[in-house]
């Protein structure tokens, strides 16, 4: 058994051969990277691509870079199952599509440092926290850490766990059916934890994937399942009926108002369920009675113009630099 390095960063990835080279080679060139402090755990769900002859030159290169196949695709049991493929007192969680910042390395490794002795929930949320922007929150229970993110919890990317924190989970792989994972996780670990860290500074970015899958419903997983998660930690008294009401409220105005604007103008972009071609009508059946319906509806009219006469604009820039060429 190999010696416990500090941090693992654990990368799950199926069929993604193109971002992922460019994730890892964002990441080997950090200089934290060759140290024994460090490991990458790789695990592979069965990939079809050629991701397995692209990570064997990593691995053959680099000794801290493991790589792991599924004999199977195991869809979102490949997340769990990423981390406990880990050996590192701290585990972090990460797309495959991330784009890591010179200071990465160095900002998680300062981090589980300051806070290896009081292992607080550490949530690493990369400046994604629409107005609430500051670089780090300081939360003293479920209710507060859940206003600061609302449903930014459902990121991947901001996930991390100390490695004593997956005994606090009664089924490590329950969820998975969800597409929640992660958030049923994180709930689960809450219940049972007070201090928790959320660390807000911007080290990555993410690269934009081309006809990315949304077809595991976006209704379906961000209303139905995401709610439900919060509303049965509301039954067993850990979250508060007003920290329900405000996420409920929150997802509404600032997720579903802008996929909404996203599913009619860029339907091209995503993979999509048949079951959500009418995405506007299935949130709207659920809060047209709500006082604050009204904010959502001017919300997307507005959205809506918005993106139209920034095409508008882009259209007739680009037939002015048109005629200007065939001028020359």
């Known amino acids: 058994m190999r010696e416990k390095p500090l941090l693992s960063i654990c990368i799950p990835t199926y069929n993604r051969v193109q971002y992922l080279t460019k994730s890892l080679d964002s990441l080997v060139c950090l200089l934290e990277f060759n140290s024994s402090e460090v490991e990458v755990i790789i ?13 064997k030159k990593y691995t053959t290169e680099y000794s801290n870079i493991h790589y792991y196949r599924n004999n199977e695709n195991i869809k979102d049991k490949n997340f769990p199952t990423s981390i406990t493929r880990a050996n590192g ?13 010179g200071g990465y390395l160095a900002y998680l490794l300062n ?18 926290l629409g107005k ?33 924190e997956l005994l606090l989970v009664d089924d490590w792989f329950g969820g998975c059916e969800t597409s929640l994972w992660q958030a049923k996780v994180l709930l689960e670990i809450l219940s049972k934890k007070n201090k928790i860290v959320v660390l807000n500074e911007q080290k990555v970015s993410v690269q934009e994937v081309k006809k990315k899958d949304i077809s595991y419903g976006l209704y379906n997983v961000f209303y139905k399942n995401y709610l439900k998660l919060i509303s049965d930690k509301v039954e067993s008294g850990v979250v508060d009926q007003s920290c329900y ?3 409920r409220k929150d997802i509404l105005l600032n997720f579903f108002s802008i996929w909404v604007v996203n599913h009619k103008l860029n ?21 047209k009675n ?10 997307v009219r507005f959205l809506l113009y918005k993106q139209k006469l920034k095409g508008f604009v882009r259209g007739v820039i680009s037939h002015a630099a048109s005629g200007l060429l065939i001028k020359r």
């Open 267 to 287: 339907k091209q972009k995503y993979r999509m369920s048949t079951c959500e071609e009418n995405l506007e009508d299935l949130v709207a059946a659920e809060y």
């Open 111 to 128: 981090n589980i440092k300051v806070y290896q002795k009081d292992k607080p929930f550490l949530f690493f949320q990369n400046y994604n």
């Open 245 to 247: 009401n405000f996420l």
């Open 89 to 101: 007192k701290f585990r972090k969680l990460c797309n495959d599509t991330l784009i890591y910042s």
């Open 290 to 299: 709500e006082s604050y319906f009204i904010f959502y509806f001017c919300k």
């Open 43 to 55: 695990s592979d769900n069965a990939s079809t691509d050629n991701t397995q002859e692209m990570v």
């Open 132 to 164: 609430k922007q500051k670089d780090k929150y300081d939360c003293t229970n479920i209710n507060d850490f859940l206003r600061v993110c609302s449903f930014y919890i459902t990121w991947i990317g901001a996930f991390g766990f100390w490695e004593n």
